[in-house]
């Protein structure tokens, strides 16, 4: 636990001592804020919820979390500091274990940064708490899965274009799973909707916690980090 701690550390200060961090959660703030607050307004005081930010934020994650994960391992190869960092008493799990904690922790963040929009609903009425409460539940869920896509795209290259562009290609192809078949039915249309991120994160942000959602997001977690990890290991030899 002290070398995941370690790592952790170590990523969050590199995170808040980069302009690039800065940039991006700033871009997604006015992105979505932006369009939260445009088409709450211009539609004349609609019914108080949080729907259109739960709505647009997981196409904006599939940008998001690659771009805050694709030097985590990428930067590292290029400028020869992982192999210094395997030396370190610390095991190739730990590093990725520890390197993807940071990157979930500057997404709870950025998302709090946007509580401000459903207290400021608050005060206008009744807000639901209900599906608040799920929304910010599966941004967590999402956002932690796509950073793992982004960890595991960034331990295959030096470059960190070609990661942040095919971690959102990957992010963003989970995302469009359950509209490639939208149209259909029978057993192809519902594997495809199983494999969608966005269909698990809108049955949480309705307020419906469901196991088989949870079991997703931490199976793509899991898969992804151990591809990662595998990664470093074939360093080793």
């Given at each position: 636990m002290g070398a995941v701690l370690f790592i952790l550390k170590r990523e969050l200060?590199?995170?808040?001592?980069?302009?690039?961090?800065y940039i991006v959660?700033?871009?997604?703030?006015l992105i979505t804020g932006g369009m939260f607050w445009l088409e709450f307004?211009?539609?004349?005081?609609?019914?108080?919820?949080?729907?259109?930010?739960?709505?647009?934020?997981?196409?904006?994650?599939?940008?998001?979390?690659?771009?805050?994960?694709m030097g985590l391992l990428a930067e590292e190869k290029r400028s020869g500091t992982l192999e210094l960092l395997m030396t370190m008493p610390v095991s190739d799990t730990q590093i990725v274990v520890g390197k993807f904690l940071a990157a979930v922790v500057?997404?709870?963040?950025?998302?709090?940064?946007?509580?401000?929009?459903?207290?400021s609903l608050?005060?206008?009425?009744?807000?639901?708490?209900?599906?608040?409460?799920?929304?910010?539940a599966g941004l967590t869920l999402l956002g932690s899965a796509y950073a793992a896509v982004g960890i595991m795209v960034s331990s295959w290259t030096k470059d960190q274009i070609v990661s942040v562009l095919l971690g959102f290609f990957l992010c963003f192809l989970l995302f469009l799973f359950d509209r490639l078949f939208a149209n259909s039915s029978g057993a192809l249309a519902t594997?495809?909707?199983?494999?969608?991120?966005?269909?698990?994160?809108?049955?949480?942000?309705?307020?419906?916690?469901?196991v088989g959602d949870i079991v997703y997001?931490?199976?793509v977690?899991?898969?992804?980090?151990t591809a990662a990890r595998a990664t470093l290991a074939a360093r080793r030899w």
């Amino acid at each position: 636990m002290g070398a995941v701690l370690f790592i952790l550390k170590r990523e969050l200060a590199n995170y808040f001592h980069s302009l690039t961090a800065y940039i991006v959660v700033i871009l997604f703030l006015l992105i979505t804020g932006g369009m939260f607050w445009l088409e709450f307004f211009q539609g004349g005081f609609p019914e108080l919820s949080m729907r259109r930010l739960f709505g647009d934020a997981p196409l904006f994650l599939a940008f998001f979390a690659p771009a805050i994960t694709m030097g985590l391992l990428a930067e590292e190869k290029r400028s020869g500091t992982l192999e210094l960092l395997m030396t370190m008493p610390v095991s190739d799990t730990q590093i990725v274990v520890g390197k993807f904690l940071a990157a979930v922790v500057l997404l709870l963040v950025t998302f709090a940064f946007t509580t401000p929009y459903a207290l400021s609903l608050s005060t206008m009425g009744n807000l639901d708490w209900g599906p608040v409460i799920g929304g910010y539940a599966g941004l967590t869920l999402l956002g932690s899965a796509y950073a793992a896509v982004g960890i595991m795209v960034s331990s295959w290259t030096k470059d960190q274009i070609v990661s942040v562009l095919l971690g959102f290609f990957l992010c963003f192809l989970l995302f469009l799973f359950d509209r490639l078949f939208a149209n259909s039915s029978g057993a192809l249309a519902t594997t495809f909707e199983y494999l969608s991120s966005n269909f698990h994160f809108q049955n949480i942000a309705r307020g419906v916690l469901e196991v088989g959602d949870i079991v997703y997001y931490l199976s793509v977690i899991v898969i992804c980090l151990t591809a990662a990890r595998a990664t470093l290991a074939a360093r080793r030899w």
